[in-house]
């Protein structure tokens, strides 16, 4: 597609996407009629207001901002299946996490777990810059290898963390690392927003620097582009907001492999377009996907890790075989 056709199909994707947002808390195992919700005292009101929006809104956020992750680590290593769980950043605020569940912290309050996984995808992160800086420079090759051995290592922490954890800390664990969006406090998606939004403007604000650094880091330098500065700038935004999204919602898998894929697919390659459509396309994906969660097996419910690893798992070999095929990767 065009950059000029692309531009054009953005206003119609972001409203499907908000229609998609503005349906979900009426759908579920029983729909709820939109003449209920502005009955005062009535349990359907209640339902929606206090339970289906905020969970919407909660995996909207979640979704875009895994979106843009996946997107931003695809191109800074100039690979479609880069993800932020095979860099070692969700696994790493997966281990903050579970150290704070395991630990019994309860002084934090609700900012808890919040704060226990962004420590886990700090240290992660420096541990992935320091081992590529001790190779000399900043090559996204040792970079990716990096952060590929330090997932490995901080997933099997994790295991180790549930094997010495109570049973009833151990199936708390194992149910938080299936994903989950039920019970968030309005604060904590407050906070949740404010990450995923601000992270998007400085992603969108770098949209031509990422444009460059795709084509190759030497066109890049000699367009004035400071390389080292944007990688890392780049790797430290994504790594936030997909650690703040980690700790309130669980590791949710494939978002940031599918979305910003295809994406690309229908709209091309300008990162300026890329962003907007990435987010809302994102958000909506997994707004969707919690739909699914919540209605397949009612009134049971999924856990929306399983859906969107049910939609990856095909959708990863699907590119796998394409960048194959066509001997390329971005």
């Given at each position: 597609?065009?950059?000029q ?7 119609a ?120 800086r ?7 090759s ?16 994790v ?13 708390r ?28 403007g ?54 940031g ?74």
């Amino acid at each position: 597609m065009t950059a000029q056709r692309a531009r054009a199909a953005l206003p119609a994707l972001v409203l499907v996407s908000l229609a998609a947002v503005g349906l979900s808390p009426f759908l579920g195992a029983e729909v709820i009629p939109l003449k209920a919700i502005s009955v005062y005292g009535d349990p359907e009101a209640g339902v929606f207001w206090s339970l289906r929006v905020p969970r919407a809104f909660a995996a909207f956020f979640s979704g875009a901002g895994l979106a843009l992750g996946g997107m931003v680590f695809q191109a800074l290593f100039r690979n479609p299946l880069a993800t932020p769980f095979t860099l070692g950043v969700a696994s790493g605020s997966a281990l903050g996490a579970s150290v704070y569940f395991w630990l019994g912290i309860s002084f934090l309050g609700g900012a808890g777990p919040l704060g226990s996984a962004l420590l886990g995808a700090a240290l992660s992160m420096a541990l992935v810059y320091l081992a590529t800086r001790s190779q000399g420079g900043l090559s996204t090759s040792v970079m990716l290898l990096a952060g590929v051995i330090v997932n490995f290592f901080f997933s099997s922490l994790v295991l180790f963390i549930q094997y010495l954890s109570s049973s009833t800390d151990s199936l708390r664990i194992m149910g938080w690392l299936m994903g989950s969006l039920v019970g968030l406090e309005t604060a904590r998606l407050a906070d949740l927003g404010f990450i995923v939004v601000a992270g998007a403007g400085a992603i969108l604000a770098m949209a031509p620097e990422i444009d460059l650094l795709v084509a190759g880091e030497e066109l890049a330098a000699s367009r004035g582009v400071e390389v080292k500065r944007a990688k890392l700038l780049l790797f430290a935004v994504a790594s936030v907001m997909v650690g703040a999204i980690v700790s309130l919602a669980g590791p949710i898998g494939f978002v940031g492999l599918m979305v910003p894929q295809a994406a690309r697919w229908f709209l091309g390659w300008s990162h300026r377009t890329l962003t907007v459509a990435v987010f809302f396309m994102g958000g909506a994906f997994l707004v969707a996907a919690d739909l699914l969660a919540r209605v397949i097996l009612a009134p049971a419910e999924i856990p929306i890790g399983v859906v969107t690893a049910l939609a990856g798992g095909p959708f990863f070999l699907l590119t796998l075989f394409s960048v194959r095929r066509k001997g390329q990767l971005l």
